[in-house]
T-cell receptor
Framework: DVKVTQSSRYLVKRTGEKVFLECVQDMDHENMFWYRQDPGLGLRLIYFSYDVKMKEKGDIPEGYSVSREKKERFSLILESASTNQTSMYLCASSSSAGTLRDEQYFGPGTRLTVT | DQQVKQNSPSLSVQEGRISILNCDYTNSMFDYFLWYKKYPAEGPTFLIS?????DKNEDGRFTVFLNKSAKHLSLHIVPSQPGDSAVYFCAAISTGANSKLTFGKGITLSVRP
């Protein structure tokens, strides 16, 4: 059974803190993604990676960075958390390097609250 | 600019009846479309997809129709079941090395017993 896991289901952080969200997939997938989901806005792509140490900006990368040191792990970093980054964060992965058309498998999400 | 639009935020149908979820897109380069379903406190899961070379794809109770000239697709669920109650996201992607999946805002479907 394919699996994408995220390090925390719920997280509360203070404004200005550095926040790490971790994602691990066990499917040997090439591609990994970070999205945020907000009411009325749907899923928006923050960053994605198609290979180890490679990263590409998505639609809303401002305020975020990512790290992919190992194929199975993709980290999202909020360098200095702000209240407008309060959201549901979803990690996903897909196979087939060179294309993003394959079905994406999502983790359960991390509900981040920044106070 | 929103390229994938799901203009109806919610839909309520009676169990056993048909659910029709609509999606419109503006980017004529999109050539592959997917539907995802999301339950509360879970990540989205892939439901069904369709390529632009087809106008219909069916998988059990789920059928997706594509009208390229109208830039419109719809997901039909027949018969609807209470377990289908979820948020449904339409997504689209175009051919090309830099193409990314673009999601709509989602539609909340409620199936009444």
């Amino acid at each position: 059974d394919v699996k994408v896991t995220q390090s925390s289901r719920y997280l509360v952080k203070r404004t200005g803190e550095k926040v790490f969200l971790e994602c691990v997939q066990d499917m040997d997938h090439e591609n990994m993604f970070w999205y945020r989901q907000d009411p009325g806005l749907g899923l928006r792509l923050i960053y994605f990676s198609y290979d180890v140490k490679m990263k590409e900006k998505g639609d809303i990368p401002e305020g975020y960075s990512v790290s992919r040191e190992k194929k199975e792990r993709f980290s999202l970093i909020l360098e200095s958390a702000s209240t407008n980054q309060t959201s549901m964060y979803l990690c996903a992965s897909s196979s087939s390097a060179g294309t993003l058309r394959d079905e994406q498998y999502f983790g359960p999400g991390t509900r981040l609250t920044v106070t | 600019d929103q390229q994938v639009k799901q203009n109806s935020p919610s839909l309520s149908v009676q169990e056993g009846r048909i659910s029709i979820l609509n999606c419109d897109y503006t980017n004529s380069m999109f050539d592959y479309f997917l539907w995802y379903k999301k339950y509360p406190a879970e990540g989205p899961t892939f439901l069904i997809s369709i390529s632009s070379i087809k106008d219909k794809n069916e998988d059990g109770r789920f059928t997706v129709f594509l009208n390229k000239s109208a830039k419109h697709l719809s997901l039909h669920i027949v018969p609807s079941q209470p377990g289908d109650s979820a948020v449904y996201f339409c997504a689209a992607i175009s051919t090309g090395a830099n193409s990314k999946l673009t999601f709509g805002k989602g539609i909340t479907l409620s199936v009444r017993p």
